[in-house]
């Protein structure tokens, strides 16, 4: 059972219980009101992984991932070529099934593409897909790159599942360049979906390899400990799969902050 006494955020031992949620115990903090899970059984999280993402380089449910998800990926590299371009490097944390990377390529083919990635099996897929691709460490915690390297840093439904966010954001502050930018997607705790339904059914907490659930306010807090300043919400028209009204219902519910999605870019001061 792994156990955390302190906001993984702002590092105060004060929460209150606030949900069981399989094998996981989620609490909220009194301080910043980040939601966490304080408690949950790494063996059972493990298998989770191996259950709902791909165990092999192979598995039929990538292609289908990358092609339901492109329009979501072409949104995040429009907006990432409105805050910053050309960009000469970039990593994407959590590569996943290198969707992104693949959408990122096409814009912008002179780019240097590093990424990390936890999952060995998405390793060997990202590694067949992309030869020339270079990984800077295996978790997000350790991002093994030289301080100012990149241009932009992606963390695409990432910060969710990682044990300490706060290290995370800190890392990617020292590996930006002063002027560069980071594009963060992480599910809603907010979202109309969560309101409407029971709190475990919704996915942002329902899905079990979830350990942090973040509002706009608590993910702006983590960015400003980890050093930045002004987080943008990216509420824009379009940018996903949607289209013709349930775009324009989309694009409602994110200027009113109900959105399944929370989308962030903050830049670090040149
Ligand atoms: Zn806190």
Request: with cysteine.
């Amino acid at each position: 059972m792994f156990m955390r006494k302190h906001c993984p955020i702002c590092g105060s031992c004060n929460h209150i219980q606030f949900a069981v949620i399989d094998h996981r115990n989620l609490v909220a903090c009194r301080e910043c009101s980040l939601v966490f899970a304080n408690s949950f059984d790494e063996e059972e999280l493990v298998k989770c992984y191996s259950q709902n993402y791909y165990s092999s380089p192979h598995d039929p449910r990538i292609q289908a991932w990358i092609d339901r998800n492109r329009p979501t990926w072409a949104g995040v590299v429009a907006d990432i070529s409105r805050a910053k371009s050309p960009v000469a490097n970039l990593l994407d944390i959590g590569a996943g099934t290198g969707g992104f990377l693949e959408v990122f390529r096409q814009y912008s083919p002179a780019t240097k593409l590093y990424a990390i990635e936890s999952s060995p099996a998405a390793r060997q897929n990202l590694v067949e897909r992309f030869p020339s691709l270079v990984f800077c460490g295996e978790t997000a915690e350790g991002i093994t790159a030289a301080a100012g390297q990149f241009e932009c840093v992606t963390l695409l439904q990432c910060l969710e599942h990682v044990y300490d966010p706060l290290r995370v954001c800190s890392g990617i502050y020292r590996v930006l360049n002063p002027g560069g930018v980071l594009l963060i997607t992480v599910p809603n705790r907010y979202s109309y979906k969560v309101l409407l339904k029971k709190t475990a059914e919704a996915n942002c907490f329902g899905n079990k390899t979830h350990l942090q659930f973040f509002s706009l306010r608590t993910l702006r807090r983590l960015l400003a400990e980890a050093g930045f300043q002004e987080a943008n919400r990216i509420t824009r028209f379009g940018g996903s799969a949607e289209t013709g009204v349930m775009a324009a219902m989309q694009c409602l519910v994110r200027k009113v902050g109900i959105s399944t999605e929370i989308r962030v870019l903050v830049r670090k001061q040149p």
